[in-house]
């Protein structure tokens, strides 16, 4: 059920350690107990609507798919030394190996 307007009231029930807690930061903040708890509530809200910040792995993971990515280059620019076309010739592939790519990845999600 949608609220079109702020309620006025709710009951809560909670426990010494919660209510010690709202006092404490209620205090930290120089402003009543209410204020405090529906501050807090606000920012936990808006806090669950962010995406969680990155775990170690994830960095772990982007630090390999930058090293991935280097090593990617440097087999390119190898190549390119020697073949017919010289320089350029992977970028004029680009769209083909693109397009292979695709086919590829259609593949392996219908197996």
Do not use: W
């Not at 006092?23 to 609507?49: F, H, N, S, T, Y």
């Not at 087999?75 to 790519?101: C, K, N, W």
């Amino acid at each position: 059920m949608a609220l079109t307007e702020p309620l006025t009231f709710m009951h809560l029930r909670l426990s010494a350690g919660e209510i010690e807690a709202a006092r404490a930061l209620a205090a930290e903040l120089g402003i009543p107990v209410a204020p405090a708890v529906r501050r807090l509530i606000r920012e936990a809200a808006a806090q669950r609507r962010q995406p969680p910040p990155a775990s170690p792995s994830t960095r772990v993971d982007t630090e390999l798919n930058l090293h991935l990515l280097v090593a990617i280059e440097q087999v390119i620019a190898l190549i390119e030394s020697f073949v017919p076309g010289g320089p350029g010739t992977a970028q004029r592939l680009l769209p083909e190996a693109v397009l292979a790519a695709q086919r590829r990845m259609e593949l392996e999600g219908e197996a």
